[in-house]
Nanobody
Framework: QVQLVESGGGLVQAGGSLRLSCAAS????????MGWYRQAPGKQRELVAT???????YYVDSVKGRFTISGDNAKNTVYLQMNSLKPEDTGVYYC???????????WGQGTQVTVSS
């Protein structure tokens, strides 16, 4: 199992940038899939980006070209770099991890991102 702690959320103007961090309690190299989800008020949680060990990355269409998921094995930390932010990017962002390919997702507590117009 793994514990996750997010940080880096905040209030930013449209067009600005934020970098979210997700510190894992174990080596991220030992985790099959790391991901970021978000949940806007009144909406369902949606997948934003994933990174699969030994595989590729995935981004939801609405963030392609603006968001980048990356990891630092030395720090056991995964990042979500968010550029050209839009008001519709507002929501609570959750870090998630699946240690095993077909295992359950483990979740962080979430960090609020608010983009003002």
């Amino acid at each position: 199992q793994v514990q996750l702690v997010e940080s880096g959320g905040g209030l930013v103007q449209a067009g600005g940038s934020l970098r979210l961090s997700c510190a894992a309690s174990r080596s991220i190299a030992s985790i099959n899939t790391m991901g970021w989800y978000r949940q806007a008020p009144g909406k369902q949680r949606e997948l934003v980006a994933t990174s699969i060990s030994g595989g590729g990355t995935y981004y939801v269409d609405s963030v392609k070209g603006r968001f980048t998921i990356s990891g630092d094995n030395a720090k056991n930390t995964v990042y979500l770099q968010m550029n050209s932010l839009k008001p519709e990017d507002t929501g609570v962002y959750y870090c998630a991890a699946k240690v095993r390919r077909y295992g359950d997702w483990a979740w962080g507590q979430g960090t609020q991102v608010t983009v003002s117009s």
